[in-house]
């Protein structure tokens, strides 16, 4: 481990908080936007960055580390490159959003909080709805949506994701 | 392209190319309310007078409970010692509802517009717009469009050449319902767990960082230019139910209809209406099943008890349910109510802050009880259970209104339907499920 280095903000990151510090009055403000940061740096909130956001924000390690894990969207382990947010709440579910759950179980053999073996596609039942409840069943992956999905349009996108790479 | 008795004043401007721009916004008479208080008319347009137009216009909040919007910004004092802020609750995520996503995405601008005004009659200079972390086109819309008021003088130092000043900044929430809850919404706005404050002392006291704060919807911002520019008395008489309910409301209609979307009509208007004409009514084939009329927690309605409500705050009091956020979900004869009620529980199992117990525990225990059922592995008296269990549950036991949502979200489902949950003990066998 000693070989590693510890996090710290890429140059653009870095650009944005020093942005951000300008238009907050508290500086506690910053933690949540902090940790969007580094999670768009490397996709995943890794235990150095809580103390790194701290030491910038000046908060206390474990103000950080609670707050990473109240909120769903930051996650304390790596996941998949594309993650898979199915939503599962009630609208989606009356327009048929399980063919969606059963096809990406089919088309990937995983369920949900699973990532394939070649760390593509993370599984995530979404339990909150996504507000997209006029065109569902819908989904989120990573920042778009995609919605009026049928399970045929499904495999069309995780194709074309797989080829992606 | 208005459908069906859709009166659009918030949404004039829904469909059309670039409506997140600020020249088409403009080109509609955008930023005229701001010209008109700050420049035309500048000595009519004290603090006081803006709060009198919003009261006048029988404004209520648009974000769930419908509060008199003008009533909630006078309780902010009037001194100067601290600073206010004006915040905008855009973390819409009431299952059912998704009519801010669209005003964030398409129509920034007057939700900043009249976060303006706001922050003019409440003599504050600084507003944040918290968006669910979800949001990210929203958000990057919403950054926009704030970039191209500072650059037209409607944001920033002396506006529009008035010595007033306007601050806006955005921030992202990380994907938490109950951060919706405005007390848990200001926690994490100071960078903390969503943990719903008790109250008093209310926001208009003490908010953002100890100060006064007002926190309002997108939808009831977005309506304030429009008050402004024709007048409260105009805006109240747009309304077509009881004079109490004035305007026009945004409804996010999903499920079983033909045309779901989000439809602007006046309030009032039978739900019915809503329903078979703005919506062009059922699929083919299909009879109404059941209603939930303003996200998943205002108790539900029967197709009978659908027939006569009108929508708005009134009428849906009478039926012992409640408008909300205006998310209607609506349900045909195809629906596995069982399954249906599970997935709300689910939500509300997951979504639970944890701080009261009753609420944690209570939740969680009406997912299992439900998860039973689903799976016919559960008795008649688990049923009863569940409904004397949940009297219990909120009823001001807990800090926050969420533990009153699962059981107004979840009880009279199972109450109404009482014989297809009971139909399902009896079965085996699995049940298809969707459409
Ligand atoms: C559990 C819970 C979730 C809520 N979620 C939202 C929400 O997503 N959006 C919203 O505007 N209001 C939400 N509210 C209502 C807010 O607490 C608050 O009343 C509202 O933001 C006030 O704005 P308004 O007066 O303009 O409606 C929620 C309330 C509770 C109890
Ligand atoms: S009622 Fe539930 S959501 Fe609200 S504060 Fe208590 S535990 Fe949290
Ligand atoms: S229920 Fe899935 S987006 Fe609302």
Redesign the pocket.
Known sequence: MSTEKTYQFSPHAEARFKELETKFPQRSSLVIWALHLVQEDVGYIPRDAVDYVAQRVGVAPSWVAGVVSFYSMFHEEPIGKYNLNICYNASCYLMGSDKLEECVTRKLGIKPGETTPDGLFTYTRQAECLAACGKAPAIQVNEEYYEDLTPEKLEALIDELKKKG | MAAPHEVRVILQDFGKPDSHTIGVYEAGGGYKALKKILVEEKDKWTPDAIIEEVKKSNLRGRGGAGFPTGLKWSFLPKGNDKPKYVVCNADESEPGTFKDRYLLEELPHGMIEGMIIAGLALNSNHGFIYLRGEFYLGWQRVEAAIKEAYAKGYLGENILGSGKTFHLATFRGAGAY?CGEETALLESLEGKRG??RLKPPFPAVKGLYGCPTTVNNVETFAAVPHIILKGGDWYAKLGVGDPKSGGTKLFSVSGHVKNPGVYEVPLGLPLKKLIYETCGGLREGRKLKAVVPGGSSTPILTADEAENATLDYEGMAKLGTMLGSGGLIVLDDSTDIVEFTYRIAYFYAHE?????TP??EGSRWVQDVLARVRAHDAQSEDVDTLLSFTENMGNGT???P??DAVVMGVTPIVKKFRPEFEAYLQRTEAVPSGT
């Not at chain 2, 639970?352 to 009261?356: A, D, T, V």
């Open positions: 109950i943990h719903p639970s802050c944890g701080q009261c609420c944690r807990t800090i926050c969420f533990a």
